[in-house]
């Protein structure tokens, strides 16, 4: 298990308000040092402004080929992050 004190922060100051993470979140500038963090490329707040959406991508998907065998090694991690899990929307509050 993981305690608090072994994690890295990762701060995104262009970020300042929720209602404009959607145009201001670091899509191209994204932290790659860590193969296990998904990559968030689209952020926004619900209508009502109570929630926030992130859509994360598996960043190994995105590079493949030939010439992409290291970068592949090192994204293999993100495999386990987007196994088919369930989705169920809760409607009660």
């Keep these: ?10 701060k995104f100051p262009s970020v300042q308000k929720c ?6 979140w670091p899509i191209d500038d994204y932290p790659e040092d860590d193969p ?3 990559w968030i490329h689209d952020v926004f707040p619900s209508i009502d402004g109570k929630n926030i959406h992130f859509v994360a991508q598996n960043r190994r998907r995105c590079m493949v080929g030939k010439d992409m065998e290291e970068k592949m090694h090192f994204w293999e991690p993100q495999i386990s992050l987007f196994q088919p899990v369930p989705v169920v929307k809760d409607d009660n509050g």
């Design 1 to 10: 298990s993981t305690s608090e004190d072994q994690l890295l922060v990762k």
């Design 19 to 24: 209602s404009e993470m959607f145009k201001t």
């Design 36 to 38: 296990f963090l998904p």
